[in-house]
């Protein structure tokens, strides 16, 4: 296996921001007013805290999804992207009624449910979405395409709504109108990126710091491996892991489970009756107290230190929060066997993709120990890819 280095462009690549265009061009038989670009992201610690009001830590990559758009002159929406033969249009009705637009499309119905929603006169326009973001993989391919449209009608409408407002914006149109009950962090970390940065995030009141996490000064590599496993049940399991927290912290009298401390977990899980139970709150609670271990440790430039809390995570998230498969248990203990100094599962869970921190040399020859143990036990080959932290969305041209 040969890991392709994905480097931070300023902007996408000339390929994808090319290909929306003459997406536009060849379905539309016009030119764009613009072109609007969004990244996926990577979680690097901080796992299921975000709907727990707690802390996260994610980064946008240099993968993206470009939006090319001009204004009609008419309240409707035409929508062509690469995941579709035909463009899908819609206009108010359909939007105003959430479940009408379904698939990819709805995500893009959703961005202008949510800002009609919130009083905007929304500018009906044309849209061909181009990407280079995998969808399936746990890279937030879902908040790229929210954010990229979402940038697109602003400007194309004039909209008075400030960027700190539309992470919120766009969670709503995940959650109201798709239907998925995710939390704040990935349309943060799609928007509100900087690169060479992580986005240190408390999802209770939305503060943000960069922190700077500049691994090829280091000389380390970050390592996305894609485990390739079919993502099983993940919607179903996303939600019931969800409703357990909330109930949890309803039993312990909190507004959240943020609202743990971690030196009162164990009077908090005496307070529980059942194991399953604890073990879910043990997983957000030390989850969150590892986010501010490694926030700390960025901040004193301590960034090998990581390694030891990135598979305590992932350890966590196998066994309390339960919610890794056998082939992302084994592209972490491979890429660990190999010499990386940390790797975790990063996401959702149930699939997706897995970090693993190494020295900037051995990226190729992790990889391909992941690839030969995926081997061994007859799973499907994974995918690997090294990046570094880019920028949140933007207008192209
Ligand atoms: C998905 C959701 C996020 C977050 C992660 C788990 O990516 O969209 O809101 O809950 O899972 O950390």
Not at 10 to 27: I, K, Y
Not at 276 to 301: I, M, P
């Amino acid at each position: 296996m040969t890991t392709t280095t994905a480097t931070t462009p300023t902007t996408p690549s000339g390929d994808v921001v090319a290909r929306a265009a003459a997406g536009f061009r060849q379905r539309y038989g016009a030119e764009p007013a613009g072109r609007w670009a969004a990244p996926g992201r990577v979680n690097l610690i901080g796992e299921h805290t975000d709907y727990n009001d707690g802390f996260v830590l994610p980064f946008a990559l240099p993968l993206r999804t470009v939006v090319a758009a001009a204004p009609r002159d008419d309240e409707r929406w035409t929508v062509w992207s690469e995941l579709s033969a035909d463009p899908v249009e819609f206009g108010p009705a359909d939007v105003d009624e959430p479940g009408r637009v379904t698939g990819w499309t709805a995500y893009v119905a959703g961005v202008v449910w949510a800002l009609r929603a919130a009083g905007h006169a929304v500018p009906g326009a044309r849209l061909a979405i181009a990407s280079d973001v995998p969808v399936g993989s746990g890279l937030s391919s879902s908040a790229a395409i929210e954010a990229a449209v979402l940038a697109a009608l602003v400007d194309l409408g004039g909209l008075d709504l400030p960027a700190d407002r539309w992470p919120r914006l766009a969670q709503r149109a995940e959650n109201e109108y798709v239907g998925a009950p995710t939390g704040i962090m990935d349309q943060s970390a799609v928007i509100r990126g900087r690169p060479g940065h992580a986005l240190f995030l408390d999802c209770r009141t939305e503060e943000i710091e960069q922190i700077p996490f500049d691994l090829d000064a280091a000389g380390l590599a970050m390592l996305v491996i894609d485990s390739r496993a079919p993502h099983r049940h993940a919607d179903g399991e996303y939600a019931s892991r969800r409703k357990s927290c909330e109930r949890a912290a309803a039993r312990l009298g909190v507004p959240a489970l943020r609202d743990v401390p971690a030196d009162g977990l164990d009077a908090a899980l005496a307070r529980l009756d059942d194991d399953e139970t604890r073990r879910r709150v043990r997983h957000v609670v030390t989850e969150d107290q590892r986010v501010l271990d490694t926030v700390a440790l960025l901040r004193a430039g301590r960034v090998r230190a990581l390694g030891p809390l990135l598979t305590a995570s992932h350890a966590s998230m196998r066994d309390d929060f339960e919610i890794t498969v056998p082939e992302i248990d084994t592209a972490v203990e491979a890429a660990l066997a190999a010499g990386a100094y940390g790797a975790r599962m990063t996401g959702g869970g149930f699939g997706g993709c897995v970090l693993a921190l190494v020295e900037a040399p051995t990226a190729d020859a992790v990889a391909a120990a992941v690839a030969s143990a995926y081997a061994e036990r007859g799973f499907a080959a994974p995918g690997a890819v090294t990046v570094l932290p880019a920028g949140g969305v933007t207008r192209v041209d």
